[in-house]
């Protein structure tokens, strides 16, 4: 049974930082893509970052150049560091494996 758990959301102010966590257990996590969505309230899920069992990334447009997805094969754990923020980035962010979504986290980008 495939589990994973995110941690790291919370309330930030435009321009602050954030790095989420997602552990997984229930796979061979090195074998596997990671992928974190993120939803708003009343939006569809988005993708947002993917890393691909070779370290290969990949970012949704909006994100480029302030987002970045890591892994640490020896924990099970995919990263997504976060800077500058913006207020458009609030939404419960997911991540995604394996047919498997975690619980998600909320990032809450306000003043």
């Known amino acids: 049974q495939v589990q994973l758990v995110e941690s790291g959301g919370g309330l930030v102010q435009p321009g602050g930082s954030l790095r989420l966590s997602c552990t997984a257990s229930?796979?061979?996590?090195?074998?596997?893509?990671m992928h974190w969505y993120r939803q708003a309230p009343g939006t569809q899920r988005e993708l947002v970052a993917t890393?691909?069992?070779?370290?290969?990334?990949n970012y949704a447009d909006s994100v480029k150049g302030r987002f970045t997805i890591s892994r640490d094969n020896a924990k099970s754990t995919v990263y997504l560091q976060m800077i500058s923020l913006k207020p458009e980035d609030t939404a419960v962010y997911y991540c995604?494996?394996?047919?498997?979504w975690g619980q998600g986290t909320q990032v809450t980008v306000s003043s």
């Open positions: 995604h494996t394996a047919g498997t």
């Open positions: 229930g796979i061979v996590f090195g074998l596997y893509a």
């Open positions: 890393i691909t069992f070779a370290g290969t990334t």
